[in-house]
């Protein structure tokens, strides 16, 4: 972005807010990762070494839950659920089956 001004804007936030957010996470990460000037906001060595990191993590979350997206796919297998056998008998059967609904076959 090149401006904590530019960030907010694209944010929806106030300057103050992202100028904070940034100085809490660096205060919690323990080292800079913003060099500040008054003309330009660049990332340090730390910042880019976070940054990479943090967006290889967001990608990973975006896979995973890509994973189970497709509502064609079935899910197949045992389920196993332990209870105590007061609260199993002729109750969670019958749920059980209405709540795993159309998308999982039991085995």
Do not use: W
Not at 64 to 76: C, G, H
């Amino acid at each position: 972005m090149g401006s904590f001004t530019r960030a907010a804007d694209s944010l929806g936030i106030q300057k103050g807010r992202a100028s904070a957010a940034v100085r809490r996470l660096e205060e919690e990460v323990g080292v800079r990762l913003l060099h500040r000037t008054t003309r330009i906001v660049q990332l340090t060595e730390d910042g880019r070494a976070y940054h990479a990191r943090a967006r290889d993590l967001l990608s990973s979350i975006d896979d995973m839950q890509s994973m189970f997206a497709n509502a064609q796919t079935v899910l197949r297998g045992r389920l196993r659920v332990d209870l105590p056998t007061e609260l199993a008998r002729g109750r969670s059967t019958p749920r059980s089956r209405s709540t795993c609904g159309s998308g999982f076959q039991a085995s």
